[in-house]
């Protein structure tokens, strides 16, 4: 969750500054690393999650909505702001509200680019899969903004599980990823991915191929693409992720909230660690999920 934060708030930074040298820079005047609306709605989750143990999608948006109320100012797009206006103007169930967003709900990353807690609370559960898009449908009641969300959220929890110290071999990550997709638009991504890693493409061209835009179909599979290029080094995958063009913030969202699951937060540079804002919640928040979890399961 940390490493999803300083990859969101480096991101954020990036599209005034997209060289890496410039950016490097930038990075070191800053006193403080400043978050968007893509950690702030991680961050609604993992309060939910730990309010509920589980999702609760009223009690879910009515967070989402909370947070949004305290600080609209991050930087959301104009979906989620939509639902909560419906929600609170006719008490539909957001479900409802967020399918009738755009004819048939967003297919947006903004349920992907938040779903870090999840992929840590429910990795290893069968139910992933199932919790994820209850948690995606809230704000984006797309097929496959929920189905993005739910690959993004198995990414997490299969490097969550992984050991660092040992020979990260990426094919089996990267099958497990296209079989758990369910729609043709995400699963023939995640096949071109698989593709590009065992060829070894550059990063320009997988960004080319895969996409850097704000449709889940068109970011998420290159941010798995950042932390693959690069699984054994934090900084790599996130400079990868951030420096390709695009929606530069939530793609070092997705590509570091991987990268930080598998590496571990000793991983995250320091220095950006003890400059990113409210470390102290976010860490807070995912040790209380990771208590839970380990509650949650037998043994």
Not at 4 to 21: L, T
Not at 163 to 179: G, I, Y
Not at 219 to 237: D, K, N
Request: with cysteine; proline share 6%.
């Amino acid at each position: 969750m940390v490493g999803s934060a300083v990859g969101d708030a480096i991101g954020e930074i990036a599209f005034m500054n997209p060289e890496r040298n410039v950016l490097e820079e930038a990075i070191h005047r800053r006193d403080r690393l400043f978050y968007t609306d893509d950690t702030a709605m991680a961050l609604g989750l993992a309060e939910s999650l730990v309010d509920r143990s589980d999702i609760d999608q009223h009690h879910l948006g009515e967070t989402f909505r909370q947070n949004y109320d305290k600080e609209p100012w991050r930087g959301y797009a104009s979906g989620p702001p939509a639902v909560f206006a419906a929600v609170k103007k006719t008490g539909m169930p957001y479900r409802e509200a967020a399918r009738r967003l755009f004819g048939e709900g967003s297919f947006g990353n903004g349920a992907a680019m938040r779903i870090a807690p999840l992929g840590l609370f429910f990795a290893g559960s069968p139910d992933l899969r199932e919790k994820a898009c209850l948690s995606a449908e809230v704000t984006h009641a797309h097929a496959v903004g929920m189905d993005g969300a739910a690959v993004q959220a198995r990414a997490v929890a299969l490097a969550v599980s992984l050991d660092p110290k040992e020979d990260f071999t990426p094919d089996p990550f990267m099958d497990d990823l296209t079989v758990f997709s369910r729609t043709d638009e995400i699963r023939q991504k995640m096949i071109l991915l698989g593709m590009l890693v065992r060829k070894s493409a550059p990063p320009e061209e997988a960004a080319l191929l895969l996409g850097q835009g704000v449709a889940v179909q068109e970011s998420m599979p290159f941010a798995i693409y950042a932390f693959l290029h690069s699984p054994g080094s934090f900084e790599e995958c996130l400079y990868c992720a951030v420096l390709n063009g695009g929606d530069r913030d939530t793609l070092g969202a997705m590509a570091c909230a991987v990268s930080g699951a598998y590496l571990g937060i000793d991983a995250v540079p320091r220095p950006w660690r003890m400059k990113l804002e409210n470390r102290s919640h976010i860490e807070s928040l995912a040790g209380k999920l990771w208590d839970l979890r380990r509650e949650r399961e037998p043994g």
